[in-house]
């Protein structure tokens, strides 16, 4: 696993982005109390959250520019929809630290846009 983490490959950055979103994602869910609404929110949220990360992860490994374009647009609208659910809980007033899902926001919205441009240029790139 260190020798797969020393290499360096194209899109490290962003993966490890994805994946540090995930984790922040997942570290605020204990917060949400037991009522049966917050939990179905956390389901989702733990859902898509982590989604976007293994498409992306499932986009690195592509048989073709075309499956590419199409991994990296799912992975998108995954990170898509883990927004929609942290828009929700913010107000829901189901999470106290208002500027840990202010920051969970930003970077969702910072990892939307770098996808869309990623499907983007590669959808443009002759080859």
């Not at 997942?26 to 949400?32: A, D, I, T, V």
């Not at 498409?55 to 898509?80: C, M, P, Q, T």
């Amino acid at each position: 696993m260190e020798s797969e983490r020393a290499e360096s490959r194209k899109g490290d950055d962003i993966a490890e982005r994805l994946e540090g979103f995930a984790v922040a994602v997942l570290q605020s869910l204990p917060r949400l109390e037991g009522f049966w609404a917050s939990r179905h929110l956390a389901r989702q949220l733990v859902r898509c959250a982590t989604g976007g990360g293994s498409n992306y992860e499932e986009a690195r490994g592509a048989e073709s520019r075309a499956d590419f374009v199409h991994k990296v647009s799912i992975a998108g609208k995954e990170l898509r929809e883990a927004h929609y659910w942290l828009r929700l809980a913010r107000r829901a007033n189901y999470l106290d630290e208002r500027q840990e899902i202010e920051r969970l926001l930003r970077e969702a919205t910072e990892l939307i846009a770098i996808l869309t441009a990623s499907a983007r240029t590669a959808k443009a790139t002759p080859g």
